[in-house]
């Protein structure tokens, strides 16, 4: 399974970006997806996933109501669309993918992760 994050940059605080994840080596229908992001010496973190269907989605408390994720299952790709950021959501976002449909209950059960995007919030 491959993982292909993009769509990140530099965008002021209060702005929007999407990231995007493109995935190949299975049936993407078939499987959750999630987010997580890393910041510099701090602990990956839960951004955000969704169920095979995009009918059940998760957030983190930190990204609730800004954040949103989607699926285009005919694309094999998952989407973050990420608005009135703020400067503590810089970090890399990574996409990852476990081997269940349904979205796992903790990081450990993801299988799979992408090379990450760098998403930069400035002032």
């Known amino acids: 399974v491959q993982l292909q994050a993009s769509g990140g940059g530099l965008v002021q605080a209060g702005g929007s970006l999407r990231l995007s994840c493109a995935a190949s080596g299975r049936t993407f229908s078939r499987y959750a997806m999630g987010w997580f992001r890393q910041a510099p010496g701090k602990e990956r973190e839960f951004v955000a996933a969704i169920d095979w269907s995009g009918g059940v989605t998760h957030y983190g408390d930190s990204v609730k109501g800004r954040f949103a994720i989607s699926r285009d299952n005919a694309k094999s790709t998952m989407y973050l669309q990420m608005n009135s950021l703020k400067l503590e959501d810089t970090a890399v976002y990574y996409c990852?993918?476990?081997?269940?449909?349904?979205?796992?209950?903790?990081?450990?059960?993801?299988?799979?992760w992408g090379q990450g995007t760098q998403v930069t919030v400035s002032s």
């Open positions: 990852a993918a476990p081997m269940s449909a349904v979205i796992p209950s903790n990081r450990e059960e993801y299988d799979y």
